[in-house]
């Protein structure tokens, strides 16, 4: 028995936590008639993982991840509770040189600032439609001290090459650069300090804070968001258990090499500025791994986190922690003692082992232009030389799926990741004429039918006044349409709501209504937060707005819509 449905439905459409897009009912078309890939998708009821080559590893990954997610749902009582939101897309892509390729920007999560040996393996997009991750196949060194021999490995080598590596001894240099010892050239790392961090450990980090911030959105300091998610980092996961909060690999030589890290600093904010003491995952970790665990502090910590939920200033929600000199010599104390983990068994039924579908060449072409339409379609605003970059890069990109869909134009997965991308870009008429390719393939494909609404609510928006209401009218048609083909999904809400923004036009309680559902399903997407905020206000719904808007304006991170939404807040009393 073979898999059936396409996965593009869930390349190209958001799926609800719980739901499965991969059936095994029915008989898929021969492989002689499709040309296959080498890529997969593996899918638990949590997550859906992307990768190339290495099924194991794959089914591997997306089974650890489910297992993190019933974890996580156990320390924070969420085990068997309903769940609207739309699952996690995890994309594994190569080793660092093929990850920094993509140039993949974070304008709604930020990594860090940490020092350079801790180079940025993963990217994390909290987007309204549904959250992505993305990470390296390979591990990456960390080099603490470079090899005055040959050049450090970015990458770990294939054999799981995990522990600290650090070499001393004192070569014969000879006069064409190389080294010799005992009549033998070597060119071996020479006083190198360097260790492997795993690309699960990147994996897992990421996959934390996401669930922090989808299922209890609230206005975290970064510095605990960070140690929040290097805690699940260390996870091991076996068959029917798992250990959480293990010492991080090369601790006590991070330690050593950047030393301890003023409380008071992170408290007021200063470590984001990225000057002063450095500031690196491991600190992170120790501090919220002490307060997490202590039966003193933890207590504290969970005051600290209610003001800061509540719109306390930094300094407010400090007091809640007691004496800084005192917090300060217990998480200096923290260096070279035991420290404590936990285990968690389970029934093996809880954690269900993920079903994978090998994808087509159509397919996998969609997973890097999913991953590149966050980071291609917004722009800096301010002229400059960013912005130039920026729209430099999005011409280029948006001239690679035109060329794509120009020459297989049969393709539907083409000609919908050009419709989004279009319209998303603000160009209605590419948009317009890639959703009817599609339409006139597959009339009742509804994100065809979103495009298309989304393409004629923008032209109207550009018509003549007095044809707009008409043109308006027919653009609402289509996303009603699809609304009806699929009641669950996210996309036409979206598009209803934005079809009253590009008219400049108030939005109805019904459009609001969709916006409401859209923040419930994306909770850590800042964007529709910050829409429904400042329509809660315009219907004077002032609580509801402040607890709406706070995860934005008091978040972890610098977003697009942060200043917005902090100068909303006034306004809510």
């Not at 002689?32 to 080559?53: C, G, I, L, Y």
């Not at 050239?185 to 690309?199: G, K, R, Y």
């Not at 029917?240 to 030393?259: A, I, N, R, S």
């Not at 910590?301 to 007691?322: C, F, H």
Request: proline share 7%; net charge neutral.
């Amino acid at each position: 028995m073979i898999f059936s449905l396409p996965a593009q439905a869930q390349l190209t459409a958001p799926v609800k936590n719980g739901d499965l897009t991969i059936t095994v009912t029915g008989t898929r078309i021969p492989k002689t008639k499709v040309e296959m890939s080498n890529w997969r998708m593996a899918e638990t009821p949590h997550v859906v993982v992307f990768s190339q080559d290495d099924e194991k590893a794959l089914r591997d990954t997306a089974h650890n991840l489910e297992k993190l997610h019933f974890l996580l749902s156990a320390l924070t009582g969420r085990v068997d509770k309903p769940d609207e939101t739309i699952k996690i897309a995890v994309t594994m892509i190569g080793a660092a040189a093929e990850f920094e390729q993509l140039r993949l920007t974070d304008l709604r999560w930020q990594y860090g600032p940490f020092p350079t040996p801790f180079s940025k393996t993963i990217y994390y997009d909290p987007r309204e439609e549904g959250p992505v991750l993305a990470a390296t196949q390979a591990g990456s060194n960390l080099v603490l001290q470079p090899s005055i021999g040959r050049p450090s490995r970015r990458d770990c080598q294939s054999d799981g090459d995990t522990g600290l590596v650090s070499v001393s001894f004192a070569p014969t240099s000879n006069p064409d650069g190389s080294e010799s010892w005992g009549g033998i050239v070597a060119l071996l790392p020479v006083n190198e300090i360097a260790f492997c961090q795993s690309a699960d450990s990147r994996l897992y980090a990421g996959f934390a804070q996401n669930y922090l911030m989808t299922y209890f959105p609230a206005a975290y300091p970064r510095w605990f968001l960070q140690g929040f998610g290097e805690m699940f980092a260390t996870m091991v996961a076996d068959k029917d258990f798992v250990e959480y909060g293990q010492l991080p690999t090369g601790f006590f030589q991070v330690m050593k090499q950047y030393g301890d890290y003023p409380v008071r600093n992170i408290l007021d904010g200063r470590y984001l500025s990225g000057k002063g003491r450095i500031w690196t995952p491991y600190q992170a970790w120790r501090l919220v791994h002490l307060l997490y665990f202590s039966d003193t502090w933890k207590p504290r910590l969970q005051k600290y986190l209610s003001a800061l939920a509540g719109g306390a200033d930094l300094k407010t929600a400090a007091d809640a922690l007691g004496s800084p000199v005192e917090l300060q010599r217990a998480v200096n104390a923290y260096r070279g003692r035991a420290v404590q983990a936990e285990r968690m068994t389970f029934p093996v039924a809880r954690t269900p082992a993920p079903t994978v579908l090998r994808l087509t060449r159509a397919e996998a072409g969609l997973i890097r232009g999913r991953l590149e339409l966050g980071a291609r379609i917004e722009v800096p605003e301010e002229e400059g030389r960013d912005r130039s970059t920026a729209l430099a890069r999005r011409a280029a990109w948006l001239a690679r799926l035109r060329g794509n869909a120009t020459r297989f134009p049969d393709l539907i997965e083409n000609q919908l990741l050009l419709a989004e991308a279009e319209c998303r870009s603000d160009n209605p008429d590419p948009c317009l004429a890639a959703a009817d390719r599609v339409i006139a393939q597959a009339p009742t494909d509804t994100r065809a039918l979103v495009w298309k609404g989304t393409a004629l609510a923008g032209l109207a928006g550009r018509a003549p006044a007095g044809e707009r209401p008409l043109r308006l009218e027919e653009a609402r048609r289509f996303i009603a349409r699809a609304n009806r083909l699929d009641p669950d999904g996210i996309l036409p809400l979206i598009a209803y709501y934005n079809s009253f923004a590009v008219a400049g036009a108030q939005a109805s309680d019904l459009a609001v209504g969709g916006l409401y559902k859209v923040v419930q399903s994306s909770p850590a997407a800042p964007g529709p937060r910050l829409r429904l905020g400042k329509e809660l206000i315009v219907r004077d719904f002032k609580d509801d707005a402040r607890s709406t808007l706070l995860p934005v304006a008091h978040g972890p991170f610098a977003t697009p819509e942060q200043p917005t939404a902090a100068a909303l807040l006034p306004a809510t009393g």
